[in-house]
Every structure is written in C-alpha cells, then in structure tokens.
C-alpha cells in the first residue's frame, strides 16, 4: 500500500514538474541562450516545486497556528521581514542556484575521481533490507531509514556549529534573531549553510539515496523545522516531544544563553541540537525539558554584556559574520 501511494505521490509531484518546466521555464531559458543548463533546469524547477508546496503549508497552518497562540508579540517587524527574505532565497531556489555554481561542480569532481579508481558508495538500503524480510512494501522504510541518517549527521553539524569557536563566529546570526517566528529557520550566514549542505550532499552520495528520494527528505525536514521555530505556544507533551522536535523543545534551544552556552558566559555549547528527533539529545545527553521558555537571542546582545551588533538587514548580517569569522567583529 504504502509503495503504492508513494509511487503516485511521486507521479502527481512529476507530472507538475514537467508541466512547470515546459510552460515556463524552458522557454525562459531558450529565450536567455541558456539551452545548454536545460537538464539542471529541470532539477532545479522540482526544487522551485517543492519550496512553493512549502510556502503555501506554511500560510495555510504555521502562520495560522502563530496567530492564535503566540509566544511572544511581535514588535520589531522589520526583524522579521528580514527572516522572510531568508526563507525565500532558500525556498524558491535561489540558494540551490549558487550550490549549482560553487559546491556542486567540487563535488562532481571529486565523486568522478573517486568512481575512476574504483571508490564508490553504497545502497544503505539495500545493505539494510534482510533486516525486515517479508516486507513488500519497503519505500517508506527506506524513507525512515534516510530521515534517520540525516538528522543523526544534522545533530552532529549541529553540535559542531555551537562547540567550534570560527562556526559559531557564522552560526550565531541564526541565534541572533530576537523575535522569533517559523521564517526564522532560514537565517544563517551563506557559508554555514554552504558547509552544511555539502556535508549532507556528501552523505547522500555515499549511501545512494535516490534523487527523488532526497528532495523528499530535504522537503519534510525543513517543513518540520519551519514549525519548530514558530512563534506558536506549542507543547507535544511529555510522550511525544521525546519523539519529534517541536516549537517548546525548540524554543529552549535558542533561549538566551541556554542554548549556545553550557558553562555560563563566553563558553560554547547548548542543549536541544536534535533537528527532528530528540532522541540524539537523549543518547547524548543534551536534551533539556524542564527549561520553560526563554527570551531568544545571544548573550552578547544584551547591553549589559556590551550589545553587540548582530546586524538588522541582510547583507549587513553576512558582512558582520565574515568580520566575526576573521576574529574582527
């Protein structure tokens, strides 16, 4: 049953986006001398895709969700518009187009040498299928089973972007937003997520996820990030915030210190890294569910800890994240 309704699934997301393609951007592209990206294209169109289903989900219940029980009122609009910003640069593609001309072309490269001398990857999978025989309908254990994968890789990148002083100097204008909402989740400096997504294309590559199957994954856990950077009075309860991320476990992450420090001022660390499944923070111990939720933001922000300038427009923020990077800021 379940292949069955994945295998629609996947029909009715490609009938849209050939139709996409074909109406609108392939004839822009002819249009611009650019025949020779076509193939790209077309794989960056089922990203636009996807990014679009993501907006409409986000405006039809997150937004909703916001309205009706807020943490916190919103008072610095601008704030917030900025974060918009963010969500659709990486939602409508704009991010997937600069990987296309900066990691994309290394890691062709290397993953080429690699399969010239005979080091290739492998089906984790398949390795992984006599683990439950008798099993016909296997998609959406295969499906779990990369979500798994991907968010113990997303807990340890994590865990790196709060315990290493120069990722931090770039990870820290994602905690430097002080009004917190689900357009949020976006705001990182450009070379945090370039690292972070070329660690994660990487893995994909090694264990042969299947490029449908990526987007998918990709999709669902950025939909589930989105919701848990809501500003949405939201508790899972005591059972089931042990088993998905939500907006209270979330919350603490980004509360003033609580979540960037572990042993008060000028320390790096945190709690509550889990991407979608807090059951890393519980094997590792860095869970916290007893903190109620805090004021989001830095330490060093407030003014009695020198008030330091995070930056309120985009192009301000990645600047002072370079300054930060290079110990200047």
């Given at each position: 049953m379940w292949d069955t309704w994945i295998a629609w699934l996947s029909d009715q997301f490609g009938s849209l986006q050939q139709g996409l393609f074909e109406h609108a951007v392939q004839p822009l592209l002819f249009g611009l001398g650019w025949g020779n990206l076509l193939e790209d294209a077309f794989d960056a169109t089922g990203w636009l895709l996807v990014g679009i289903v993501q907006l409409l989900?986000?405006?039809?219940?997150f937004w909703p969700l916001q309205r009706w029980r807020p943490v916190e009122s919103i008072t610095d609009r601008k704030a917030v518009r900025v974060d918009i910003l963010y969500t659709l640069i990486h939602r409508l593609g704009l991010f997937r187009v600069a990987l296309f001309f900066s990691i994309e072309p290394v890691?062709?490269?290397?993953?080429?040498w690699a399969s010239v001398n005979d080091v290739n990857g492998f089906q984790l999978d398949a390795l992984v299928a006599p683990l439950w025989p008798g099993v016909t309908d296997t998609a959406w254990l295969s499906f779990l089973l990369y979500l798994l994968v991907f968010d113990f890789v997303d807990y340890w990148i994590h865990r790196g972007q709060h315990g290493l002083n120069r990722w931090w100097a770039l990870h820290s204008l994602h905690h430097s937003q002080r009004q917190m909402t689900m357009w949020s989740d976006n705001?990182?400096?450009v070379i945090d997520d370039l690292l972070r997504d070329m660690i994660i294309v990487i893995v994909a590559r090694v264990i042969g996820v299947p490029p449908g199957q990526f987007i998918a994954l990709v999709a669902l856990t950025q939909?589930?990030?989105?919701?848990s950077h809501a500003n949405v009075r939201m508790s899972f309860g005591p059972l089931l915030e042990r088993l998905v991320v939500g907006p209270r476990f979330h919350r603490v992450h980004h509360g003033i210190a609580i979540g960037h420090e572990s042993n008060g001022p000028h320390s790096l660390g945190g709690c509550n890294f889990a991407v979608?499944?807090?059951v890393w923070d519980i094997v590792f111990r860095t869970a916290d569910f007893r903190t109620p939720v805090q004021p989001t933001g830095i330490r060093d922000q407030l003014p009695e800890h020198g008030a330091r300038d995070y930056g309120q427009g985009f192009w301000a923020q990645q600047w002072l994240g370079l300054k930060r990077l290079a110990g200047r800021g």
């Open positions: 989900v986000m405006l039809a219940v890691l062709d490269g290397v993953f080429g705001r990182n400096h939909l589930v990030e989105s919701l979608l499944f807090p």
